[in-house]
């Protein structure tokens, strides 16, 4: 009994310590109904000395489960150790990474900031040249439009019909030359007179230019008579009346116009077919 209660004292350590004291009291208690005091007193001291060497063991071996403790957590200090150098590695390679990242983003960045650069001063090269084409293009219409404004579009009938007078009696004094025998070759040189000339334009004088805007005007005189167009006043509206010439253009031809000619190049040689298809 004493043995089996003094184990179990050791296995609980100093949690246990109050359990032991209570057995032994009880054990005392027994003894003084059955032993003699001296008896007693002698088993006394002897459980006291047992209590005291139970004690040193349980404090001993108190002190070894502490130490195997801290030895276990020393041998777990450095496996916590390499977690955290190896979450500080994996933080920095992040950090590198974003770094890279975004060192990439600014060269994208300056890339498109160039090629925008580029291609706005393409764009201003580009309308500055056409701005100066359509500068030229206006001096120009305007050195012409100078020449073509002294002629108006529609001249009057009078003038028309003067126009048209003096070239009937040219062509008439021709005829009556031609049928007395008498068109010379003075006459040609007067005709030839009339062609035109190549001319340089480092050679051109004011006299010349003169001569030049002259030809234009008659040119132009020229291209109003074949209009010969008519314009009526029909209340607020002017109408042109075309001539006859345009208007016998502007007519559809003939049904049987038409069916000739689809017969012609129906049956044409080439293909060697006199029936119709």
């Known amino acids: 009994m004493d043995q089996i209660t003094t184990n179990k004292a050791i296995k609980l350590g100093k949690s246990g310590g109050i359990q032991l004291h209570s057995e032994l009291k009880i054990r005392n208690f027994k003894r003084v109904f059955t032993e003699p005091k001296e008896t007693i007193r002698a088993n006394q001291k002897i459980?006291?000395?047992d209590d005291q060497k139970?004690?040193?063991?349980?404090?001993?071996?108190?002190?070894?489960d502490e130490s195997d403790e801290s030895d276990e957590s020393d041998d777990d200090a450095p496996e916590e150790d390499n977690i955290g150098s190896g979450k500080k590695i994996a933080d920095n390679i992040l950090?590198?990474?974003?770094?890279?990242?975004?060192?990439?983003?600014?060269?994208?960045?300056?890339?498109?900031?160039?090629?925008?650069?580029?291609?706005?001063?393409?764009q201003e090269d580009k309308q500055l040249k056409l701005e100066e084409k359509e500068?030229?293009?206006?001096?120009?219409?305007?050195?012409i439009a100078s020449i073509d404004n002294e002629i108006p579009d529609f001249l009057p009938e009078e003038l028309l019909e003067s126009a048209a007078q003096s070239s009937l009696d040219i062509n008439n004094e021709i005829s009556k030359k031609k049928k007395n025998g008498n068109l010379g070759k003075n006459d040609n040189s007067s005709k030839n007179s009339f062609t035109g000339k190549h001319i340089k334009l480092d050679q051109i004088d004011i006299e010349d230019l003169k001569k030049i805007k002259q030809k234009i005007k008659a040119k132009n005189l020229k291209k109003l008579k074949k209009r010969n167009q008519k314009t009526i006043k029909r209340g607020p509206v002017k109408v042109t009346v075309l001539s006859n010439t345009r208007t016998n253009n502007l007519i559809?031809?003939?049904?049987?116009?038409?069916i000739q000619e689809k017969n012609k190049w129906l049956k044409r040689k080439v293909l060697g077919k006199s029936g119709r298809f």
């Open 47 to 49: 459980d006291e000395v």
């Open 54 to 64: 139970q004690e040193k063991e349980a404090y001993e071996s108190d002190k070894t």
């Open 252 to 258: 559809a031809p003939s049904s049987e116009k038409i």
């Open 95 to 122: 950090q590198e990474q974003l770094k890279i990242e975004n060192d990439q983003k600014l060269i994208l960045k300056d890339k498109r900031r160039l090629i925008n650069e580029k291609f706005k001063k393409q």
């Open 135 to 143: 500068k030229e293009n206006k001096k120009k219409l305007v050195s």
